[in-house]
Protein backbone atom coordinates (compact mmCIF):
# COMPACT_ATOMS: atom_id res chain seq x y z
CA UNK A 1 0.00 0.00 0.00
CA UNK A 2 2.61 2.20 1.05
CA UNK A 3 4.70 2.25 -2.19
CA UNK A 4 1.28 2.90 -4.18
CA UNK A 5 0.96 5.85 -2.52
CA UNK A 6 4.23 6.95 -3.19
CA UNK A 7 3.54 5.95 -6.52
CA UNK A 8 0.69 8.17 -7.41
CA UNK A 9 2.36 11.30 -4.77
CA UNK A 10 5.43 11.68 -7.61
CA UNK A 11 3.19 12.21 -10.70
CA UNK A 12 3.03 16.04 -10.70
CA UNK A 13 0.77 17.65 -13.22
CA UNK A 14 3.05 18.03 -16.20
CA UNK A 15 3.90 14.21 -16.20
CA UNK A 16 0.20 13.76 -16.00
CA UNK A 17 -0.01 15.39 -19.18
CA UNK A 18 2.83 13.13 -20.56
CA UNK A 19 1.61 10.15 -19.46
CA UNK A 20 -1.96 11.27 -21.34
CA UNK A 21 -0.53 12.12 -24.32
CA UNK A 22 1.43 8.51 -24.32
CA UNK A 23 -1.63 6.80 -23.67
CA UNK A 24 -3.38 7.90 -26.11
CA UNK A 25 -0.69 7.55 -28.88
CA UNK A 26 0.16 11.59 -29.58
CA UNK A 27 3.60 10.46 -29.34
CA UNK A 28 5.72 8.08 -28.29
CA UNK A 29 8.97 10.07 -27.76
CA UNK A 30 9.40 12.81 -25.44
CA UNK A 31 11.44 15.69 -26.29
CA UNK A 32 11.89 18.70 -24.33
CA UNK A 33 14.61 21.68 -23.90
CA UNK A 34 15.88 23.81 -21.49
CA UNK A 35 15.75 27.28 -23.42
CA UNK A 36 18.13 29.94 -21.51
CA UNK A 37 18.83 33.13 -22.49
CA UNK A 38 22.50 33.87 -22.46
CA UNK A 39 22.32 37.33 -21.13
CA UNK A 40 23.26 36.32 -17.20
CA UNK A 41 24.34 33.28 -14.95
CA UNK A 42 21.84 30.88 -13.88
CA UNK A 43 20.25 30.80 -10.85
CA UNK A 44 18.08 28.27 -8.13
CA UNK A 45 15.19 29.41 -10.17
CA UNK A 46 16.87 27.94 -13.42
CA UNK A 47 17.79 24.37 -11.63
CA UNK A 48 14.39 24.11 -10.70
CA UNK A 49 13.56 24.19 -14.65
CA UNK A 50 16.49 22.00 -15.54
CA UNK A 51 15.18 19.44 -12.93
CA UNK A 52 12.02 19.63 -14.73
CA UNK A 53 13.00 19.44 -18.29
CA UNK A 54 16.12 17.11 -17.85
CA UNK A 55 13.84 15.10 -15.45
CA UNK A 56 11.20 14.29 -17.85
CA UNK A 57 14.04 13.50 -20.16
CA UNK A 58 15.37 10.62 -17.57
CA UNK A 59 11.88 9.48 -16.31
CA UNK A 60 10.38 8.87 -20.09
CA UNK A 61 13.97 7.75 -21.89
CA UNK A 62 13.67 10.93 -23.85
CA UNK A 63 15.45 13.92 -24.89
CA UNK A 64 16.21 16.92 -23.73
CA UNK A 65 18.30 19.93 -26.09
CA UNK A 66 20.38 23.11 -24.66
CA UNK A 67 18.70 25.65 -26.74
CA UNK A 68 20.69 29.01 -26.47
CA UNK A 69 17.56 31.38 -26.89
CA UNK A 70 19.97 33.96 -28.26
CA UNK A 71 17.50 35.96 -29.77
CA UNK A 72 18.72 39.37 -28.61
CA UNK A 73 21.86 40.24 -29.52
CA UNK A 74 22.43 43.13 -27.51
CA UNK A 75 22.06 41.76 -23.98
CA UNK A 76 24.03 38.30 -24.76
CA UNK A 77 27.76 37.10 -24.53
CA UNK A 78 30.24 34.04 -24.43
CA UNK A 79 30.74 34.21 -20.67
CA UNK A 80 26.98 33.45 -20.58
CA UNK A 81 27.33 30.51 -23.21
CA UNK A 82 30.04 28.79 -21.22
CA UNK A 83 29.01 29.88 -17.63
CA UNK A 84 25.79 27.49 -18.48
CA UNK A 85 27.34 24.44 -19.60
CA UNK A 86 29.53 24.47 -16.97
CA UNK A 87 26.59 24.93 -14.41
CA UNK A 88 24.47 22.50 -15.87
CA UNK A 89 27.41 19.76 -16.03
CA UNK A 90 27.94 20.64 -12.44
CA UNK A 91 24.73 20.02 -11.89
CA UNK A 92 25.10 16.37 -13.01
CA UNK A 93 22.59 16.84 -16.44
CA UNK A 94 23.51 15.94 -19.65
CA UNK A 95 21.60 17.41 -22.75
CA UNK A 96 21.33 15.76 -25.99
CA UNK A 97 22.17 18.26 -28.54
CA UNK A 98 23.34 22.05 -27.87
CA UNK A 99 21.59 24.39 -30.48
CA UNK A 100 21.26 27.80 -30.96
CA UNK A 101 18.15 29.66 -31.83
CA UNK A 102 19.82 31.96 -34.14
CA UNK A 103 20.88 28.85 -36.43
CA UNK A 104 17.04 28.95 -37.69
CA UNK A 105 17.20 32.54 -37.91
CA UNK A 106 17.45 31.73 -42.20
CA UNK A 107 14.32 29.65 -41.63
CA UNK A 108 12.52 32.34 -39.34
CA UNK A 109 12.79 35.14 -41.66
CA UNK A 110 11.42 32.23 -44.25
CA UNK A 111 8.37 31.69 -42.19
CA UNK A 112 7.64 35.75 -41.65
CA UNK A 113 7.62 35.48 -45.24
CA UNK A 114 5.13 33.15 -45.73
CA UNK A 115 3.10 34.73 -43.74
CA UNK A 116 3.24 37.67 -45.01
CA UNK A 117 2.31 35.99 -48.13
CA UNK A 118 -0.84 34.32 -46.63
CA UNK A 119 -1.98 37.82 -45.58
CA UNK A 120 -0.82 37.36 -41.76
CA UNK A 121 1.54 39.69 -41.41
CA UNK A 122 2.82 43.19 -42.75
CA UNK A 123 4.99 45.67 -41.98
CA UNK A 124 3.97 48.38 -39.38
CA UNK A 125 5.56 52.04 -39.48
CA UNK A 126 3.89 52.42 -35.53
CA UNK A 127 6.86 53.76 -32.77
CA UNK A 128 6.82 51.28 -30.24
CA UNK A 129 4.84 53.89 -28.30
CA UNK A 130 2.23 54.24 -30.99
CA UNK A 131 1.90 50.87 -30.99
CA UNK A 132 1.29 50.63 -26.76
CA UNK A 133 -1.18 53.48 -27.35
CA UNK A 134 -3.08 52.09 -29.57
CA UNK A 135 -3.19 48.45 -28.28
CA UNK A 136 -6.36 49.07 -25.90
CA UNK A 137 -7.20 47.74 -22.86
CA UNK A 138 -9.01 44.72 -21.14
CA UNK A 139 -12.14 46.87 -21.43
CA UNK A 140 -11.34 48.65 -24.96
CA UNK A 141 -9.97 46.84 -28.24
CA UNK A 142 -7.06 48.61 -29.96
CA UNK A 143 -6.84 50.48 -33.07
CA UNK A 144 -5.78 48.99 -36.18
CA UNK A 145 -2.95 50.20 -37.26
CA UNK A 146 -3.43 52.20 -40.68
CA UNK A 147 -0.80 50.11 -42.28
CA UNK A 148 -2.83 46.83 -41.67
CA UNK A 149 -3.85 46.22 -45.07
CA UNK A 150 -0.88 46.93 -47.12
CA UNK A 151 -0.86 44.57 -49.88
CA UNK A 152 1.20 41.18 -49.86
CA UNK A 153 3.44 42.80 -52.48
CA UNK A 154 3.91 46.21 -50.54
CA UNK A 155 4.89 43.76 -47.07
CA UNK A 156 6.87 41.60 -49.23
CA UNK A 157 9.01 44.58 -50.27
CA UNK A 158 9.26 46.37 -46.77
CA UNK A 159 10.44 43.23 -45.09
CA UNK A 160 13.02 42.75 -47.34
CA UNK A 161 14.51 46.44 -47.48
CA UNK A 162 13.62 45.94 -43.74
CA UNK A 163 16.23 42.93 -43.72
CA UNK A 164 18.55 45.09 -46.05
CA UNK A 165 18.69 47.77 -43.59
CA UNK A 166 16.98 50.03 -45.62
CA UNK A 167 15.24 51.43 -41.84
CA UNK A 168 16.59 52.83 -39.07
CA UNK A 169 16.48 51.35 -36.15
CA UNK A 170 12.09 51.21 -34.85
CA UNK A 171 11.11 52.73 -38.05
CA UNK A 172 9.42 49.50 -38.84
CA UNK A 173 8.23 46.42 -37.49
CA UNK A 174 6.47 43.29 -38.71
CA UNK A 175 3.06 42.27 -36.94
CA UNK A 176 1.58 39.39 -36.94
CA UNK A 177 -1.83 40.42 -38.42
CA UNK A 178 -4.68 38.61 -35.89
CA UNK A 179 -7.33 40.67 -34.25
CA UNK A 180 -7.20 44.28 -32.26
CA UNK A 181 -9.79 43.15 -30.19
CA UNK A 182 -8.99 40.06 -29.21
CA UNK A 183 -9.68 39.84 -25.24
CA UNK A 184 -6.10 38.60 -25.42
CA UNK A 185 -3.85 41.45 -25.86
CA UNK A 186 -0.72 38.90 -27.06
CA UNK A 187 -3.39 38.28 -29.87
CA UNK A 188 -3.51 42.11 -31.08
CA UNK A 189 -1.33 42.04 -33.68
CA UNK A 190 1.89 41.50 -31.85
CA UNK A 191 4.99 42.61 -33.48
CA UNK A 192 7.07 39.60 -34.74
CA UNK A 193 10.13 41.17 -35.76
CA UNK A 194 12.02 44.02 -35.21
CA UNK A 195 15.20 46.18 -36.58
CA UNK A 196 17.82 46.48 -34.49
CA UNK A 197 21.27 47.22 -35.18
CA UNK A 198 23.83 44.87 -32.70
CA UNK A 199 26.46 42.91 -33.43
CA UNK A 200 25.35 39.30 -33.26
CA UNK A 201 27.67 36.87 -31.19
CA UNK A 202 27.38 34.18 -33.54
CA UNK A 203 25.56 35.35 -36.45
CA UNK A 204 28.05 38.67 -36.74
CA UNK A 205 26.35 42.07 -38.70
CA UNK A 206 24.90 39.55 -40.99
CA UNK A 207 20.81 40.17 -39.50
CA UNK A 208 19.89 43.74 -38.32
CA UNK A 209 15.92 42.02 -37.60
CA UNK A 210 15.59 39.70 -35.24
CA UNK A 211 12.44 38.23 -34.39
CA UNK A 212 10.63 38.39 -31.11
CA UNK A 213 10.83 35.74 -28.27
CA UNK A 214 6.68 35.09 -29.34
CA UNK A 215 7.17 34.21 -32.67
CA UNK A 216 10.83 32.89 -32.53
CA UNK A 217 10.11 30.40 -29.67
CA UNK A 218 7.80 28.13 -31.21
CA UNK A 219 9.53 27.96 -34.29
CA UNK A 220 12.91 26.60 -32.62
CA UNK A 221 10.44 24.49 -30.65
CA UNK A 222 8.94 23.05 -33.27
CA UNK A 223 11.94 22.63 -36.03
CA UNK A 224 13.88 20.71 -33.25
CA UNK A 225 10.88 18.69 -32.86
CA UNK A 226 10.27 19.14 -29.11
CA UNK A 227 6.67 17.81 -27.42
CA UNK A 228 6.44 19.42 -24.75
CA UNK A 229 7.64 23.06 -24.27
CA UNK A 230 8.00 23.46 -20.58
CA UNK A 231 7.91 26.66 -19.27
CA UNK A 232 6.93 29.67 -16.68
CA UNK A 233 3.36 30.80 -15.50
CA UNK A 234 3.52 34.20 -17.12
CA UNK A 235 4.10 32.87 -20.70
CA UNK A 236 -0.24 31.15 -19.76
CA UNK A 237 -1.27 34.38 -21.67
CA UNK A 238 1.06 34.10 -24.67
CA UNK A 239 -0.08 29.80 -25.41
CA UNK A 240 -2.69 30.97 -28.00
CA UNK A 241 -0.04 33.01 -29.77
CA UNK A 242 2.24 30.06 -29.36
CA UNK A 243 -0.01 27.76 -31.04
CA UNK A 244 -1.16 30.81 -33.66
CA UNK A 245 2.29 31.15 -34.87
CA UNK A 246 2.92 27.34 -35.12
CA UNK A 247 0.31 26.09 -37.06
CA UNK A 248 0.52 29.36 -39.32
CA UNK A 249 4.01 28.00 -39.66
CA UNK A 250 2.50 24.43 -40.63
CA UNK A 251 3.05 22.55 -37.73
CA UNK A 252 -0.50 21.09 -37.07
CA UNK A 253 0.53 17.88 -35.09
CA UNK A 254 -0.42 18.98 -32.33
CA UNK A 255 3.06 19.56 -30.94
CA UNK A 256 4.93 21.75 -30.21
CA UNK A 257 2.64 21.82 -26.93
CA UNK A 258 3.39 24.90 -24.31
CA UNK A 259 3.05 23.60 -20.40
CA UNK A 260 3.07 26.43 -18.04
CA UNK A 261 4.43 25.66 -14.67
CA UNK A 262 5.21 28.38 -11.44
CA UNK A 263 8.82 29.94 -11.30
CA UNK A 264 9.95 29.55 -8.09
CA UNK A 265 10.76 32.50 -5.72
CA UNK A 266 13.00 32.61 -2.77
CA UNK A 267 12.93 34.57 0.48
CA UNK A 268 15.83 36.79 0.93
CA UNK A 269 17.02 37.14 -2.59
CA UNK A 270 16.71 37.79 -5.59
CA UNK A 271 15.94 35.70 -8.49
CA UNK A 272 15.79 38.31 -12.05
CA UNK A 273 19.27 38.11 -14.04
CA UNK A 274 18.73 41.45 -14.51
CA UNK A 275 18.92 42.33 -11.12
CA UNK A 276 21.69 40.17 -10.31
CA UNK A 277 23.72 41.83 -13.41
CA UNK A 278 23.34 45.24 -11.45
CA UNK A 279 24.55 43.80 -8.31
CA UNK A 280 27.64 42.84 -9.83
CA UNK A 281 28.11 45.74 -12.14
CA UNK A 282 27.49 47.93 -9.45
CA UNK A 283 30.29 45.75 -7.04
CA UNK A 284 28.01 45.31 -4.25
CA UNK A 285 29.14 41.28 -4.74
CA UNK A 286 32.27 40.15 -6.15
CA UNK A 287 30.72 38.90 -9.53
CA UNK A 288 28.24 36.41 -10.65
CA UNK A 289 29.95 33.74 -8.46
CA UNK A 290 30.50 35.51 -5.95
CA UNK A 291 29.41 32.78 -2.75
CA UNK A 292 26.38 35.23 -1.62
CA UNK A 293 24.73 34.87 -5.00
CA UNK A 294 21.82 32.43 -5.90
CA UNK A 295 23.65 31.83 -8.88
CA UNK A 296 24.53 27.81 -9.23
CA UNK A 297 28.18 29.08 -9.67
CA UNK A 298 27.57 31.41 -6.63
CA UNK A 299 26.18 28.20 -4.67
CA UNK A 300 29.10 25.88 -6.25
CA UNK A 301 31.36 28.16 -4.62
CA UNK A 302 29.62 28.40 -1.64
CA UNK A 303 30.05 24.68 -1.37
CA UNK A 304 26.41 23.76 -2.01
CA UNK A 305 26.06 19.95 -3.38
CA UNK A 306 24.77 19.67 -6.67
CA UNK A 307 23.08 16.43 -5.24
CA UNK A 308 21.47 18.56 -2.54
CA UNK A 309 20.01 21.40 -5.42
CA UNK A 310 18.22 18.61 -7.17
CA UNK A 311 16.82 17.17 -3.90
CA UNK A 312 15.69 20.80 -3.06
CA UNK A 313 13.87 20.88 -6.48
CA UNK A 314 12.46 17.58 -6.39
CA UNK A 315 10.89 18.58 -2.66
CA UNK A 316 9.56 21.80 -4.22
CA UNK A 317 7.63 19.76 -7.25
CA UNK A 318 5.89 21.10 -9.61
CA UNK A 319 2.91 23.54 -9.13
CA UNK A 320 0.48 25.97 -11.48
CA UNK A 321 0.80 28.73 -8.30
CA UNK A 322 3.62 30.95 -7.48
CA UNK A 323 4.63 31.45 -4.26
CA UNK A 324 8.31 31.84 -2.11
CA UNK A 325 10.16 29.27 -0.19
CA UNK A 326 11.96 29.59 2.38
CA UNK A 327 15.59 29.62 1.91
CA UNK A 328 15.95 27.50 4.85
CA UNK A 329 14.31 24.40 3.20
CA UNK A 330 17.30 24.82 0.37
CA UNK A 331 19.65 24.90 3.15
CA UNK A 332 18.06 22.27 4.84
CA UNK A 333 18.74 19.75 2.24
CA UNK A 334 22.19 20.83 1.89
CA UNK A 335 22.36 20.20 5.46
CA UNK A 336 20.87 16.83 4.97
CA UNK A 337 23.65 15.93 2.54
CA UNK A 338 26.68 17.23 4.57
CA UNK A 339 25.56 15.49 7.26
CA UNK A 340 25.99 12.32 5.66
CA UNK A 341 28.82 12.87 3.52
CA UNK A 342 31.10 15.76 5.07
CA UNK A 343 33.95 14.85 7.53
CA UNK A 344 34.65 16.51 10.83
CA UNK A 345 37.40 18.37 11.68
CA UNK A 346 38.54 20.48 14.58
CA UNK A 347 39.04 24.13 13.72
CA UNK A 348 39.12 27.67 16.03
CA UNK A 349 37.80 30.89 14.38
CA UNK A 350 38.86 32.70 16.47
CA UNK A 351 42.45 31.31 18.68
CA UNK A 352 43.65 32.14 22.49
CA UNK A 353 46.45 30.16 23.36
CA UNK A 354 46.02 27.46 25.79
CA UNK A 355 49.29 25.76 27.59
CA UNK A 356 48.93 22.51 29.32
CA UNK A 357 51.21 23.19 32.20
CA UNK A 358 51.61 19.40 32.97
CA UNK A 359 51.67 17.89 29.70
CA UNK A 360 55.27 16.53 28.94
CA UNK A 361 54.84 14.27 25.35
CA UNK A 362 52.92 14.57 22.60
CA UNK A 363 50.19 12.23 22.02
CA UNK A 364 48.85 10.76 18.62
CA UNK A 365 44.17 10.69 18.36
CA UNK A 366 42.85 8.30 15.59
CA UNK A 367 39.40 10.47 15.28
CA UNK A 368 36.77 9.39 14.14
CA UNK A 369 36.01 11.46 10.39
CA UNK A 370 31.92 10.91 10.25
CA UNK A 371 30.32 9.16 12.42
CA UNK A 372 27.29 8.80 10.02
CA UNK A 373 29.11 7.45 7.52
CA UNK A 374 28.35 3.41 5.91
CA UNK A 375 32.39 2.88 5.97
CA UNK A 376 33.75 3.95 8.84
CA UNK A 377 37.43 6.05 9.27
CA UNK A 378 39.47 8.17 11.15
CA UNK A 379 42.66 10.80 10.57
CA UNK A 380 45.50 11.10 13.06
CA UNK A 381 45.16 14.15 15.26
CA UNK A 382 48.53 15.51 17.28
CA UNK A 383 48.13 17.02 20.51
CA UNK A 384 51.48 18.59 22.50
CA UNK A 385 51.52 20.80 25.51
CA UNK A 386 50.48 24.27 23.37
CA UNK A 387 47.55 24.21 21.91
CA UNK A 388 44.47 26.82 20.57
CA UNK A 389 40.98 26.90 21.90
CA UNK A 390 37.77 29.24 20.75
CA UNK A 391 37.99 32.33 22.56
CA UNK A 392 34.27 32.22 23.52
CA UNK A 393 35.09 28.51 25.07
CA UNK A 394 36.45 30.42 27.88
CA UNK A 395 35.27 33.13 29.85
CA UNK A 396 36.43 35.05 32.85
CA UNK A 397 32.71 35.99 33.95
CA UNK A 398 30.53 33.66 32.41
CA UNK A 399 26.95 34.06 31.30
CA UNK A 400 24.29 31.78 32.92
CA UNK A 401 24.37 28.22 31.43
CA UNK A 402 27.88 28.51 30.35
CA UNK A 403 28.75 25.09 30.26
CA UNK A 404 32.95 25.70 29.10
CA UNK A 405 35.76 26.77 30.88
CA UNK A 406 35.82 29.13 33.55
CA UNK A 407 38.63 30.43 36.24
CA UNK A 408 38.61 27.11 38.52
CA UNK A 409 36.70 24.68 36.21
CA UNK A 410 36.98 22.26 34.22
CA UNK A 411 36.10 21.60 30.71
CA UNK A 412 36.65 18.30 28.32
CA UNK A 413 39.21 18.74 25.23
CA UNK A 414 37.21 16.83 21.58
CA UNK A 415 38.72 13.54 21.59
CA UNK A 416 41.12 14.08 24.25
CA UNK A 417 41.26 14.70 28.35
CA UNK A 418 39.46 16.59 30.97
CA UNK A 419 41.54 20.11 31.28
CA UNK A 420 41.38 21.80 34.80
CA UNK A 421 42.06 25.58 35.10
CA UNK A 422 45.46 26.65 36.29
CA UNK A 423 45.46 30.68 35.46
CA UNK A 424 45.10 32.71 32.81
CA UNK A 425 46.73 36.27 31.76
CA UNK A 426 45.14 39.46 30.22
CA UNK A 427 46.61 41.77 28.30
CA UNK A 428 46.17 46.33 28.96
CA UNK A 429 42.93 45.89 27.22
CA UNK A 430 41.41 43.30 29.48
CA UNK A 431 41.33 40.66 26.85
CA UNK A 432 42.24 37.23 27.31
CA UNK A 433 46.18 36.21 26.43
CA UNK A 434 46.47 32.66 27.51
CA UNK A 435 44.89 30.23 29.85
CA UNK A 436 47.36 27.64 31.65
CA UNK A 437 45.76 24.17 32.22
CA UNK A 438 46.42 20.63 33.61
CA UNK A 439 45.31 17.55 32.09
CA UNK A 440 43.95 15.25 34.46
CA UNK A 441 45.98 11.85 32.81
CA UNK A 442 43.25 9.01 33.82
CA UNK A 443 40.52 11.06 32.04
CA UNK A 444 41.76 10.11 28.31
CA UNK A 445 38.24 10.25 25.49
CA UNK A 446 36.72 6.49 26.04
CA UNK A 447 37.98 5.78 29.31
CA UNK A 448 35.80 6.43 32.56
CA UNK A 449 36.02 10.36 33.10
CA UNK A 450 37.34 9.38 36.74
CA UNK A 451 34.25 10.24 38.64
CA UNK A 452 34.18 14.12 37.43
CA UNK A 453 31.44 15.61 35.99
CA UNK A 454 32.19 17.66 33.25
CA UNK A 455 29.59 19.61 31.26
CA UNK A 456 31.30 20.95 28.04
CA UNK A 457 33.35 19.45 25.39
CA UNK A 458 35.33 21.70 23.57
CA UNK A 459 37.56 21.53 19.96
CA UNK A 460 40.82 22.54 19.62
CA UNK A 461 44.28 22.73 17.90
CA UNK A 462 47.92 22.29 18.02
CA UNK A 463 49.80 24.93 18.01
CA UNK A 464 52.73 22.75 16.73
CA UNK A 465 51.16 21.46 13.25
CA UNK A 466 47.65 24.04 12.68
CA UNK A 467 47.19 25.48 9.60
CA UNK A 468 46.41 28.89 9.67
CA UNK A 469 43.36 29.36 7.64
CA UNK A 470 40.95 32.16 6.74
CA UNK A 471 37.32 31.55 6.63
CA UNK A 472 34.85 33.47 4.97
CA UNK A 473 31.29 33.46 6.64
CA UNK A 474 28.35 34.97 4.35
CA UNK A 475 24.89 36.05 5.09
CA UNK A 476 21.70 36.78 3.24
CA UNK A 477 22.24 38.86 0.46
CA UNK A 478 18.39 40.76 1.54
CA UNK A 479 17.32 41.68 4.82
CA UNK A 480 13.78 39.91 5.19
CA UNK A 481 10.82 41.70 3.88
CA UNK A 482 9.24 43.66 0.70
CA UNK A 483 10.38 46.53 -1.14
CA UNK A 484 13.21 47.87 -3.70
CA UNK A 485 16.30 45.57 -3.07
CA UNK A 486 18.74 48.13 -3.35
CA UNK A 487 17.48 49.28 0.02
CA UNK A 488 16.79 45.59 1.62
CA UNK A 489 20.81 44.98 1.30
CA UNK A 490 21.80 43.05 4.18
CA UNK A 491 24.86 45.41 5.65
CA UNK A 492 27.77 43.18 6.13
CA UNK A 493 26.60 39.82 4.23
CA UNK A 494 30.49 38.96 4.19
CA UNK A 495 32.62 38.52 7.26
CA UNK A 496 36.80 37.23 7.42
CA UNK A 497 38.07 35.76 9.72
CA UNK A 498 41.28 35.72 9.09
CA UNK A 499 43.16 34.35 12.23
CA UNK A 500 41.47 30.68 12.35
CA UNK A 501 43.54 27.91 12.93
CA UNK A 502 42.73 24.20 11.78
CA UNK A 503 43.89 20.46 11.77
CA UNK A 504 46.82 19.68 9.99
CA UNK A 505 44.95 17.21 7.59
CA UNK A 506 43.47 20.62 6.15
CA UNK A 507 46.82 21.02 4.58
CA UNK A 508 46.48 17.86 2.33
CA UNK A 509 42.81 18.77 1.03
CA UNK A 510 41.82 19.89 -2.78
CA UNK A 511 39.80 22.47 -3.70
CA UNK A 512 36.03 22.07 -2.85
CA UNK A 513 36.53 19.49 -0.41
CA UNK A 514 33.67 19.87 2.00
CA UNK A 515 33.68 19.35 6.04
CA UNK A 516 31.82 19.83 9.21
CA UNK A 517 34.04 22.04 11.47
CA UNK A 518 32.93 20.73 14.72
CA UNK A 519 30.70 23.05 16.85
CA UNK A 520 31.32 26.09 14.02
CA UNK A 521 29.35 24.57 10.94
CA UNK A 522 30.27 23.27 7.08
CA UNK A 523 32.53 25.16 4.88
CA UNK A 524 33.84 24.34 1.44
CA UNK A 525 37.67 24.53 0.42
CA UNK A 526 37.61 27.64 -1.99
CA UNK A 527 38.60 27.07 -5.58
CA UNK A 528 42.28 28.42 -5.42
CA UNK A 529 42.61 26.61 -2.05
CA UNK A 530 46.34 25.97 -0.98
CA UNK A 531 47.96 28.42 -3.72
CA UNK A 532 50.30 30.60 -2.45
CA UNK A 533 50.22 29.28 0.88
CA UNK A 534 46.72 30.76 1.42
CA UNK A 535 43.99 28.54 2.88
CA UNK A 536 40.71 29.29 2.82
CA UNK A 537 37.25 28.41 3.33
CA UNK A 538 33.82 29.35 2.16
CA UNK A 539 30.96 29.03 4.85
CA UNK A 540 28.30 26.48 3.08
CA UNK A 541 25.76 26.85 6.12
CA UNK A 542 25.45 26.57 9.76
CA UNK A 543 24.52 23.56 11.70
CA UNK A 544 21.06 24.34 13.38
CA UNK A 545 18.49 23.36 10.93
CA UNK A 546 15.72 26.62 10.90
CA UNK A 547 13.34 24.67 8.98
CA UNK A 548 10.29 23.24 10.20
CA UNK A 549 9.02 20.29 8.59
P1 LIG B 1 15.20 36.00 -15.63
O1 LIG B 1 13.90 36.72 -15.42
O2 LIG B 1 15.92 35.67 -14.38
O3 LIG B 1 16.06 36.65 -16.66
P2 LIG B 1 14.30 34.21 -17.62
O4 LIG B 1 13.05 33.44 -17.52
O5 LIG B 1 14.33 35.36 -18.54
O6 LIG B 1 14.76 34.59 -16.17
P3 LIG B 1 15.76 32.40 -19.23
O7 LIG B 1 17.21 32.33 -19.45
O8 LIG B 1 14.91 32.87 -20.34
O9 LIG B 1 15.51 33.29 -17.96
O10 LIG B 1 15.22 31.03 -18.65
C1 LIG B 1 15.53 29.75 -19.12
C2 LIG B 1 14.49 28.82 -18.58
O11 LIG B 1 14.49 28.82 -17.17
C3 LIG B 1 13.10 29.25 -19.02
O12 LIG B 1 12.39 28.12 -19.45
C4 LIG B 1 12.51 29.86 -17.80
O13 LIG B 1 11.14 29.72 -17.78
C5 LIG B 1 13.20 29.10 -16.67
N1 LIG B 1 13.28 29.90 -15.45
C6 LIG B 1 13.85 31.12 -15.30
N2 LIG B 1 13.67 31.59 -14.06
C7 LIG B 1 13.00 30.64 -13.38
C8 LIG B 1 12.51 30.51 -12.04
N3 LIG B 1 12.70 31.48 -11.14
N4 LIG B 1 11.86 29.38 -11.69
C9 LIG B 1 11.68 28.41 -12.60
N5 LIG B 1 12.10 28.46 -13.86
C10 LIG B 1 12.75 29.55 -14.27
MG1 LIG C 1 14.13 35.40 -20.56
Partial sequence: MEEVKEEVKSVNFIEE???????????????????????????IGHAKSLCINFGMKEKYHGKCNLRYDDTNPSKEDIEYVNSIKEDIKWLGFEWDQELYASDYFDQMYQYAVDLIKKGLAYVCDYSAEEIKNTRGDLQHPGQESPWRNRSVEENLKLFEEMKDGKYADGEKVLRAKIDMASPNMNMRDPVIYRILRATHERTGDKWCIYPMYDFAHPIEDAIEGITHSICTLEFEDHRPLYDWVKINCGYTTGY???????????????????????????????????????????????????????????AIGVSKAN???DV????????????????????????????????????????????????????????????YIERDDFAVVPPPKYKRLVPGGTVRLKGSYILEYVSHSVDENGNVTEVVCNYIPETIQGQANAGMKVKGVIQWVNAKDCVDLVLHDFDYLLLDGEGDFDTRLTPDSHKVFANAKGEACLKDIKPYDRFQFMRIGYYSAVKTYGQNGKYEFNQITGLKDSYGK
Fill in 328 to 387: AMLEHFVRDNLNLEANRVMVVKDPIKLTIANMAEDEVYEIEDNPNAEVKTTHKVTISKNI
Fill in 323 to 325: SEV
Fill in 17 to 43: IINDDLAQGKTDTIITRFPPEPNGYLH
Fill in 256 to 314: PRQIEFARLGMKRTIMSKRYLKKLVETGKVDGWSDPRMPTLSGMRERGYPPKAIRNFCE
